[in-house]
Structure formats: C-alpha cells, structure tokens
C-alpha cells in the first residue's frame, strides 16, 4: 500500500501539463489541481526537493509547463500544483521525463509530504476574465460550496456581466470542480504583488446597483445568497522557483 501511495505522488511531478494562469481560451479547459500538505519542519527540505526534481526534469529535455502556489492562509502548510490540459485525452498521455524524475521525486520530495488532495476543474470562460494578466505575483481564491446549481449560475452570469460593461474585462477566472467533497466552484482573482491587494475597488454589489438599480441589486443578491451553502477565501503566492512555466 505505501509502495502504490508513493507512486501515486510521483505521478503527479510526472505527468504535469501546460500551466495557464494568463487569458481564458473560448474554449473550455480542464485543470488539475494537486495539494500538499507539508510536514511540520520539512518546508526547506521540500523546496530543495522540487528544485531537484525541476533540474532533472529539465536535463531530461522536459516541455511541459506547470506553476506552483503557497498558501497564506489557514490551517497547515501547503503548496498546490497547477497543470492544464485542454482535453480528456491528454490524461493518457505519457512524460518520458517526468518517468526518467520518479527516483528523484521518491528521494526528495516524497518524504516531506504528509497528505495530498487531488481535484480535476473545468474553466468557465463566460464569465471569467479574457486578457491575460501580465506580471502575475498571487491570486485570491474564493471557494464556493451550493445546493442550486441554476439558481447560482444565473446569479454569477449577471454580476459578471455587470462587471464587464462598467470595467471592459471581468476580474478573474472562474472554475467548476468535477467531483469531489469540498468546493463546487471557485474564482482565481489576480495580482501582481502584495501591494495591488491594496488598490481601490468598487464591490460587485455597489457596482451592480449603479446599473441596474437597488431592487435588483438586492433581489440578486438574496438568490446569489441562497444558491450558496458556504464559501471561503485564501491567498495564494506563486512559486517562480517551483514552477515551471
């Protein structure tokens, strides 16, 4: 059983696949999401360890693409690897270098890890940010877990849309969850550095009512309320020296 756990986190150095955290295609996309949850102690030893892992990647005349994040928030010590795929298909396919990595990975990076969670997503470009985002430092990710699926969908389409009239873009990259026991969708909101958290930014709702009057802002707002059983938020900064991009 140990043997299986081990190769299963190798599995997931080996067979990473182009990163975008730059502009949503027309097209959907599927990306993988891999968190790790690092042992007390052992943060170090893992940076090292992927550094390691990257190099032999890179000798071994790797091309695919990925980015790592850190988590600032919340419970443990975690990084998650970001990969993207543009369809089903690509799951199947095979990494030379990343297989030539494995004994690297099992050395130097498996030992740190104390849990891993794995989560397949899918983009939503209609409502998600289309230029891409240039000098990307972090992201806010905000989480959210509901039991009315059609009722919570029209709700992000018309805030979205408000969005996008008032502002010419939206403000960040919404995804579905395919499966799983935590949040069913999620928005990626970018920012260059810490400092761009502190810029001035009118809230969805103030916006929304600006255009549309406050009956209907306050009408939306209670469905988008209801739609949603829950939600949360963490910031996340990105790992230059993990990633490979």
């Not at 059983?1 to 975008?20: E, G, N, Q, S, V």
């Not at 032999?56 to 005349?61: A, P, V």
């Not at 799951?91 to 498996?110: H, P, Q, R, V």
């Not at 990307?136 to 389409?157: I, P, Q, R």
Request: proline letters at 2%.
């Amino acid at each position: 059983m140990k043997t299986i756990k081990r190769i299963l986190f190798a599995a997931c150095f080996a067979f990473l696949l182009p990163a975008a955290t730059q502009a949503q295609e027309d097209e959907s996309n599927i990306m993988q999401l891999t968190e790790y949850t690092i042992k007390f102690g052992h943060n170090s030893t893992f940076v090292e360890g992927v550094k390691k892992w990257n190099k032999c990647y890179k000798e071994n005349n790797g091309t695919n693409k990925w980015n790592v994040w850190h988590r600032l928030q919340g419970k443990g010590n975690i990084y998650v690897l970001e990969s993207h795929l543009a369809n089903w298909a690509e799951m199947a396919e095979t990494d030379a270098a990343g297989k030539a990595c494995t004994a690297t990975a099992l050395e130097f990076i498996i030992p740190n890890i104390e849990s891993f969670e794995y989560n397949t997503t899918r983009s939503i470009p209609e409502f998600s940010k289309k230029t891409a985002f240039e000098d990307l430092g972090m992201v806010w990710v905000t989480n959210f877990k509901v039991s009315d699926y059609k009722a919570f969908n029209e709700a992000v389409k018309e805030m979205s849309s408000a969005i996008s009239k008032k502002e010419g873009d939206n403000r960040g990259y919404w995804y579905r969850v395919m499966g799983g026991e935590n949040a069913d969708f999620f928005i990626s909101e970018p920012f260059k550095d810490f400092a761009d958290l502190d810029k001035d930014q009118e809230s969805i709702w103030k916006l929304y009512e600006d255009a549309n009057g406050k009956s209907k802002a306050e009408a939306l707002r209670q469905k988008f309320k209801d739609a949603v059983d829950d939600q949360w938020s963490y910031a996340f900064t990105l790992e230059t020296e993990l990633s490979m991009n």
